[in-house]
């Protein structure tokens, strides 16, 4: 029992240590986070290019970038699950709800052969805590910069996303529309310009 509790001790002090970005581990996992963050949300749309639901194979390299991508996201939910203080409302934050809607399509992929893009524009609102992110690897020091980077993220983020959506409801409505990501990134912003 006593050596279960030691194993137990020394996962939560590991999962700490990877968490928090004021250790060296923790500016590592970060930098990795925004790494992985950016590869996703690029392999989301460059899958714009293709149907919404197709047949792949394993070994395509788009379809490996992003089951790596996802098994990062999944190690890390687990170890901020670990570490949460309070683990009843760590399932229904915003991060964890962009990893449920993220990480079991591209294991599912894997599986049988078969991707849906889906839901997976919702990975562009992790940049919402990208301003954060860059501020806790210490990459922006003043506040005026931090103001304005997380400023830019949220345009951004919601940008993305909200253009992801617009893609999926378009694409799935009319499966002969050949509308394009960027279209509806530029459709997007000339409606809120107007």
């Known amino acids: 029992m006593r050596r279960v509790y030691n194993i137990q ?9 990877i968490s928090y ?7 590592a996992m970060t930098w990795m986070q925004l790494l992985m963050n950016l590869i996703a949300i690029g392999s989301f749309i460059a899958h714009t290019n293709y149907k919404i639901e197709r047949c792949v194979s394993i070994t ?8 790596v991508c996802n098994v990062f996201f999944l190690w890390r939910f687990v170890v901020m699950y670990i570490v949460s203080k309070d683990k009843l ?3 229904v934050e915003l991060s964890s709800i962009i990893d449920f809607c993220t990480i079991p399509p591209a294991i599912v992929t894997a599986a049988i052969g078969k991707t849906w893009l889906g839901l997976r524009f919702v990975r562009a609102l992790k940049l919402l805590s990208f301003g954060d992110d860059v501020a806790a690897v210490k990459l922006i020091s003043s506040h005026k ?5 997380r400023t ?7 940008w993305l996303a909200a253009a992801g959506l617009y893609f999926l409801v378009a694409r799935m409505s009319d499966t002969s529309n050949t509308i394009d990501f960027f279209d509806c990134l530029y459709f997007l912003i000339v409606s809120v310009t107007i």
């Not at 001790?9 to 240590?17: G, H, L, P």
């Not at 970005?21 to 500016?27: A, I, V």
């Not at 395509?60 to 089951?67: E, G, N, Y």
């Not at 910069?145 to 980077?149: A, G, R, V, Y």
């Open 145 to 149: 910069m931090l103001t304005l980077s």
């Open 60 to 67: 395509d390299p788009s379809v490996l970038i992003d089951l």
């Open 21 to 27: 970005p004021k250790t060296k581990k923790g500016r």
């Open 9 to 17: 001790r020394r996962v939560v002090q590991f999962a700490e240590d």
């Open 152 to 158: 830019l993220c949220q345009f951004v983020s919601f």
């Open 89 to 91: 409302c760590f399932w």
